[in-house]
């Protein structure tokens, strides 16, 4: 699944091309997506200038005037800008259409989702109980400490919470938490503050080195421009099982958590 580098690598590709451009028309080719794309998305998103494209969680928000369309990405989705006329394939579900150029929606899975609405974004249902950006100011140790206060549930999921923070997924948290030394199956609420400060700060380092060097890829995922993200060549622990630790030399282990494989080193993050 892309997570937030990759959501965010792909907003900062698509940003300066579109911004301030006006829609001339939208394409959908499948509404049944994973949630059906609205039928008045076509009517009411046609005409409109995109003034700004943002990033919540994992979600896309192309504000207009009159509204704003939210897209997720799902498990092997991408936005791609594309001519216009560029022929469709299979996957291809949705082109926002600019002149000579089309924001194409591609996803194999179609757990991806394309909405539209006219209230403010923090409103709609899929963001307004989100909790804080991990590269926002109000995401620090002491957030995470307080938080996590008489909560049983291991850390992993903790950090994964996305009424707690959004946007760290599987793959980054096993690379957070070996940063900070903090052993994955450890109930959060016996995590120290100490920990908990260092587990901010090398999460920040993380999101920004990922985003830096455009995300993530494993599987499908490909930027605004059709390009896979590089960091993947970096990953620490995650997809390492059995491999030796960069640190201490010890196999890397690999274990399930809430159905999610979790990867770590037993000697470094006791």
């Given at each position: 699944?892309?997570?937030?580098?990759e959501v965010?690598?792909?907003?900062?590709?698509?940003?300066?091309?579109i911004?301030?451009?006006?829609?001339?028309?939208?394409i959908?080719?499948?509404?049944?997506?994973?949630?059906?794309?609205?039928?008045?998305?076509?009517?009411?998103?046609?005409g409109?200038?995109?003034?700004?494209?943002?990033?919540?969680?994992?979600?896309?928000l192309?504000?207009?005037?009159?509204?704003?369309?939210?897209?997720?990405?799902?498990?092997?989705?991408?936005?791609?800008?594309?001519?216009a006329?560029?022929?469709?394939?299979?996957?291809?579900?949705?082109?926002i259409?600019?002149?000579?150029?089309a924001?194409?929606?591609t996803d194999?899975?179609?757990?991806?989702?394309?909405?539209?609405?006219r209230?403010?974004?923090?409103?709609?249902?899929?963001l307004?109980?989100?909790?804080?950006e991990?590269?926002?100011d109000?995401?620090?140790?002491e957030?995470?400490y307080?938080?996590?206060?008489r909560?049983?549930v291991?850390?992993?999921?903790?950090i994964?919470n996305a009424?707690?923070?959004?946007?760290?997924?599987?793959?980054?948290?096993?690379?957070?938490?070996?940063?900070?030394?903090?052993n994955?199956?450890r109930?959060?609420?016996?995590?120290?503050?100490?920990?908990?400060?260092l587990?901010?700060?090398?999460?920040?380092?993380?999101?920004?080195?990922?985003?830096a060097?455009?995300?993530?890829?494993?599987?499908?995922?490909?930027?605004?421009?059709?390009?896979?993200g590089?960091?993947?060549?970096?990953?620490?622990?995650?997809?390492?099982?059995?491999?030796p630790?960069?640190s201490?030399?010890?196999?890397?282990?690999?274990?399930?958590?809430?159905?999610?494989?979790?990867f770590?080193?037993?000697?470094?993050?006791?």
């Amino acid at each position: 699944m892309p997570e937030l580098p990759e959501v965010e690598t792909t907003r900062r590709g698509i940003a300066p091309h579109i911004c301030g451009q006006r829609i001339s028309r939208i394409i959908v080719r499948n509404r049944q997506l994973r949630w059906p794309v609205s039928p008045r998305l076509e009517t009411e998103l046609t005409g409109q200038r995109v003034h700004a494209v943002k990033r919540r969680a994992k979600y896309l928000l192309l504000e207009t005037d009159a509204g704003t369309a939210i897209l997720h990405l799902g498990m092997s989705g991408s936005l791609q800008l594309v001519a216009a006329r560029a022929t469709a394939g299979k996957h291809d579900h949705v082109d926002i259409v600019f002149n000579d150029t089309a924001l194409r929606l591609t996803d194999p899975r179609r757990f991806g989702s394309l909405h539209w609405t006219r209230r403010p974004a923090s409103q709609h249902r899929l963001l307004s109980a989100l909790g804080v950006e991990p590269l926002g100011d109000a995401f620090s140790g002491e957030y995470l400490y307080a938080q996590s206060r008489r909560r049983k549930v291991a850390i992993k999921q903790f950090i994964m919470n996305a009424r707690i923070v959004v946007g760290i997924g599987n793959i980054y948290a096993s690379e957070a938490l070996f940063m900070a030394g903090i052993n994955p199956r450890r109930a959060s609420g016996r995590v120290s503050k100490q920990k908990y400060a260092l587990l901010a700060e090398v999460t920040r380092e993380l999101l920004d080195d990922a985003i830096a060097q455009g995300g993530t890829t494993l599987r499908d995922f490909v930027n605004g421009a059709g390009k896979p993200g590089y960091f993947a060549q970096q990953l620490n622990v995650y997809g390492r099982a059995g491999e030796p630790c960069i640190s201490c030399r010890v196999p890397i282990r690999q274990i399930r958590q809430g159905q999610r494989s979790t990867f770590y080193c037993p000697k470094c993050q006791p």
